[in-house]
């Protein structure tokens, strides 16, 4: 059965640091890319950062990047983000998918490779 676990959200103040961690189950986890989305309230959900299988190349929104890391451990089965420097408007569910990367873009596959997300609240 396929599974994915989100963890490391939680309340922290402007300029802090999070990190995510996302355990996949019933999945060859090393043969996909992953990604992280987010979705705050009233807003659609936004890719944030995407590594890709393999190379292990990564992908960022613009909104993040210099300030998140993306990595993975096959090993573990999980995907890790590293959020650094982190503002209010950071604020959102966080949650890791699996998917394909083709041609410059991400594709995530079915409902099932969704985790259920962790919340990250940034606020002073």
């Known amino acids: 059965q396929v599974q994915l676990v989100e963890s490391g959200g939680g309340l922290v103040q402007p300029g802090g640091s999070l990190r995510l961690s996302c355990s996949a189950f019933?999945?060859?986890?090393?043969?996909?890319?992953m990604s992280w989305y987010r979705q705050a309230p009233g807003k659609e959900r936004e890719l944030v950062a995407t590594i890709i299988h393999n190379a292990g190349s990564t992908n960022y929104a613009d909104s993040v990047k210099d300030r998140f890391t993306i990595s993975r451990d096959d090993s573990k089965n999980t995907v890790y983000l590293q959020m650094n420097s982190l503002k209010p408007e950071d604020t959102a569910l966080y949650y890791c998918?699996?998917?394909?990367?083709?041609?410059?873009?991400?594709?995530?596959?079915?409902?099932?490779?969704w985790g259920q997300g962790t919340q990250v609240t940034v606020s002073s």
């Open positions: 998918t699996a998917g394909t990367y083709l041609t410059g873009r991400f594709y995530p596959l079915g409902h099932a490779y």
């Open positions: 019933g999945f060859t986890f090393s043969n996909y890319a």
